[in-house]
């Protein structure tokens, strides 16, 4: 059967054809939906992890007990399990073990653009590289076969084209190899400097089969056409190749990506006239090239920022103008994402933005957003857990140079468990008198909603325990007199908490309650519900327009109100000073 | 020939479902089809582009400046925004529909309001309606993206194809009837 997918799709249906029966992943753009479509799969066992190393644990756990296992992420997750990635490096796979990486190009939805390859040669690690959706699932199949046969963990790299991008895949049958046996072997799994001397030797001697694998693997191939031009390229830069160069140039398109094939690419570099290497980011492929003495061009002409594409490679090595095409002269406005109309973590920035002493580091979430205006609350965002861990760093900072600031940290739900915990711990530890502001809207709404610990429920539907975040706050040791939870749609009692706060001299923690507005419950049980402005109470001071509500709008000279976008959070109602903001609808609580 | 075309719009109204009742059909009617798509992130109002390119065989999912054969703009600013992607002699399909976005929703920018007369004194083949209205005219609202998609598979000639059916294999019973008329009547506009 033939089926249009995307290749985060294509990855889970290879997954499923190759008879992985574990698979652990934290959620992350653009990797999301690949565990969304394996949790589809009866025959796989599939959990939201509370972050990217646990889940490459659990899935090395999986593979040591046998079974073939997966693990999926963003370019930045595998920051976070760099350490299990590197020891289950020497370790090796019992069941085979595949990691995928989807990195980020152009930075769509990204803190950054790292090109993930390099941990492949950082890790020694065998490498694949699929450059569309048929790839994708053929070659996550190749993929645990390699890593059983040659005992290695297998790294899947992907990029926002591939993961994104949908195009025409043959189905095949699932592939039944059920959970080998374990065999306890602990020179194999039980890494102490003794076991891993030896396995490092192990690991160099690996390298050297896969990469005589990598030579005559059909991974790796070349399709002759005219051999004045000669192209080295992977992954979605393959498709860009061939759509510029089409039949006027041979390519040795590179699927099998580390270690990388230096007899084929020295035999391929022979008989071309002129070698071009085209991949996106990093000089990944063009250094190793150099380094066998073989002339290429590459970054000199193709740049290392940002995402690759068919016209740049057209105007870089061919030289081509722009097309011919329309502009028109209108001042066109910028469309930046905003929080929601009634977004839940409104209430809790307004309060803030009225201290402007407050420093406050940010975390990446929905509530990223706070640094936005009108709110402009947001001062710093590093990574996942930052928001708490760096307010320490900024108050003890602050403290040596008798600065007076008030440091509050942020974090949602799910970065609190993904990793804010342990910056909370080392804010009691060291009596660190910061604020650990935990937005609780029960989800992990930026990736595009999904369960967390918190939700009580999993990624295959199930109800589990909810984790309770106030239990979690108490026991890493903040005083119950220092904790605050607040319905962050009732403002008096957000600032009364931010106040409170911002006189604490111990460790402090407010915990927003109130779901995502855009989930189904909330969407139905507030769906009636609006508010209007009172056209002759209305003075027009504008001060509404500061919540930063995209419901909310001054046009034609009057603050209008969009009642199709308003969910009745009631944030505008209760900020406006001539009670000018009034409910309509249904309010049945 | 490999044909390329682009939905742009505002996330929330409904350009992810036209684009794969589109895809679905032109697979089912043999065609390689490469698609792909940037769906900002979750918060509503964000803008959004899919990028579809179908033919005998298709490379890059990708679409240049000045490549596109087909624009939809869901939105008025959306298909100024995007214009310098149509090909030159290329069919731009305008919805007559505005979404503020928050710095014109709070007075720092402003939203022009003569966008659709600069495209067509500059675009040859610009059709504008207000797919809403239509869709409202047909019974219900939510149907003016399979109004707009009507309108593409017209300017693409490829109105004779059996868009019913692809209608009725990709989307629940209770949605056949308003989207297959939806269809039609977005194939009377361009
Ligand atoms: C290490 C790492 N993993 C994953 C991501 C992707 N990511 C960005 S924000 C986010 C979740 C935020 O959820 P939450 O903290 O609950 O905030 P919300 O979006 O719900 O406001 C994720 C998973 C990332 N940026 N970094
Ligand atoms: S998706 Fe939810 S959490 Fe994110 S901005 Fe919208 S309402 Fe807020
Ligand atoms: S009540 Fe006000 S702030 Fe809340 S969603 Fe409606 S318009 Fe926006």
Redesign the interface.
């Known amino acids: 059967m ?1 089926k ?1 997918m995307t290749g985060n799709e294509a990855i889970a249906r290879g997954a499923y054809e190759a008879g992985c029966t574990v698979a652990a992943a934290y959620p992350g ?1 653009p990797s999301t939906e690949i565990l969304e479509n394996i949790a589809q799969y009866e025959e796989i066992y599939a959990e939201w992890a509370p972050n990217e190393k646990v889940a490459v644990e659990v899935a090395a756990g999986a593979s040591i007990a046998g079974a073939r296992s997966l693990s999926a992420m963003k370019h930045v997750g595998l920051n976070v399990a760099a350490d299990p990635l590197f020891t289950m490096a020497y370790e090796g796979v019992n069941g085979g073990f595949v990691i995928v990486t989807a990195d980020d190009p152009g930075m ?2 990204s803190q950054n653009e790292q090109d993930n390859r390099l941990y492949a040669q950082h890790a020694k690690v065998a490498m694949i590289e699929p450059s ?1 959706s048929q790839e994708c699932k053929d070659f996550i199949k190749l993929a645990f076969e390699i890593s059983e046969k040659f005992d290695t963990l297998v790294l899947f790299r992907i990029t ?2 591939i993961a ?5 895949v043959e189905l095949g049958e699932r592939q039944e190899v059920g959970v080998k046996e374990y065999k306890k072997d602990v020179k194999k799994y039980v890494m102490i400097p003794a076991h891993a001397r030896v396995k490092h030797v192990e690991v160099e001697e690996r390298l050297k089969r896969l990469q005589e694998y990598s030579n005559t693997t059909p991974l790796n191939r070349i399709e002759w056409g005219d051999t004045k031009i000669g192209i080295i390229t992977s992954g ?1 830069s393959y ?2 190749a ?2 510029v160069f089409g039949d006027n140039a041979s390519y040795l398109k590179l699927g099998f990506t580390f270690p990388l094939p230096d007899k084929l690419i020295k035999e391929f570099a022979s008989k071309v006239d002129k070698l071009y290497i085209i991949e996106e980011n990093e000089p990944y492929i063009e250094t190793f090239v150099k380094a066998l003495g073989i002339n290429c061009i590459g970054k000199e002409l193709i740049p290392i920022c940002g995402e690759l ?3 740049i490679i057209r105007r870089a090595l061919l030289g081509e103008k ?20 009634g ?1 839940p973590h409104r209430g809790i920035f307004y309060a803030m933005s009225k201290y402007k002493d407050i420093i406050a580091t940010g975390d990446i979430g ?1 509530y990223t ?1 706070g640094m ?3 709110l402009n609350v947001t001062d710093t965002v590093i990574d996942m857990g930052a928001g708490i861990s760096a307010a320490i760093g900024f108050e003890k900072a602050a403290m040596m140079a008798k600065r007076k600031n008030k440091i509050f940290g942020i974090v949602g739900d799910s970065t609190f468990f993904h990793s804010g915990i342990t910056g909370l711990i080392d804010a009691v530890y060291n009596n660190s008198p910061i604020v650990a502001v935990i937005l609780d809207n029960s989800i992990t ?5 999904q369960e967390n610990p918190g939700t009580g429920k999993t990624l295959k539907g199930d109800i589990s325990p909810v984790i309770d975040i106030k239990g979690i706050v108490k026991a890493c040791g903040v005083k119950e007199e220092n904790i605050r939870v607040v319905d962050p749609y009732k403002l008096d009692e957000t600032e009364k908490a931010v106040k409170d706060a911002y006189n604490a001299t111990e460790p402090f923690v407010i915990i927003t309650k109130q779901p995502c507005a ?1 989930l189904k419950d909330v969407l139905k049980k507030r769906a009636g519900r609006y508010v209007k402005v009172n056209e002759e109470k209305c003075k027009k001071c ?1 001060v509404c ?1 500061k919540v ?1 509500c ?1 419901a ?4 034609n000279s009057n603050i209008v109100i969009d009642k199709d ?1 308003c969910n009745g959070c009631t944030v505008c109602l209760q900020v406006c000073p001539f009670n000018a903001i009034e409910k309509v609808g249904e309010w049945n609580d | 020939m490999t044909k390329s075309l682009l939905f742009v719009g505002v996330g929330g109204q409904g350009i992810i479902l036209a684009s794969k009742i589109l895809t679905e059909g032109l697979v089912k009617f043999g065609f390689d089809v490469k698609m792909s798509e940037v769906h900002g992130m979750a918060q509503r109002g964000g803008s959004v582009t899919t990028q579809v390119r179908f033919g005998e065989k298709v490379y890059s999912p990708l679409i240049g400046e000045g490549e596109a054969d087909v624009i939809v703009a869901f939105e008025k600013v959306e298909a100024a925004r995007w214009v310098k992607y149509l090909k030159k002699g290329g069919t731009l399909v305008v919805n007559d529909y505005e979404i503020y976005p928050q710095s014109v929703l709070v007075g720092q920018e402003v939203y022009p309001d003569d966008v659709i007369q600069k495209l067509k004194e500059k675009v040859e083949n610009v059709v504008v309606f207000n797919a809403a209205e239509v869709a409202e005219k047909l019974g219900n609202i939510k149907a003016q993206n399979m109004v707009l998609l009507g309108a593409l598979i017209k300017a693409l000639g490829i109105e004779n194809l059996d868009w019913e059916s692809v209608i009725k294999e990709n989307l629940p019973e209770k949605m056949h009837e308003l989207n297959i008329r939806a269809i039609k009547e977005g194939m009377k506009l361009s």
């Not at chain 1, 994104?164 to 025409?168: D, E, M």
């Not at chain 1, 909310?552 to 046009?555: E, H, I, L, M, S």
């Open positions: 033939r249009i753009t769509h939805s569309d926002t084209r994104h991008s949908k195009s025409i979605v498709q860009y061939k759509e594409n068919p016209d722009e097309r011919e095409t329309y502009s028109v002269e209108v001042k066109v406005p910028n469309r930046p994402p905003v929080l929601c109309p977004c929905c957003l936005m205006p009108p709404a930026m990736t595009g909603h855009l504008k327009l930063g995209p909310v709008a001054f046009k976008m």
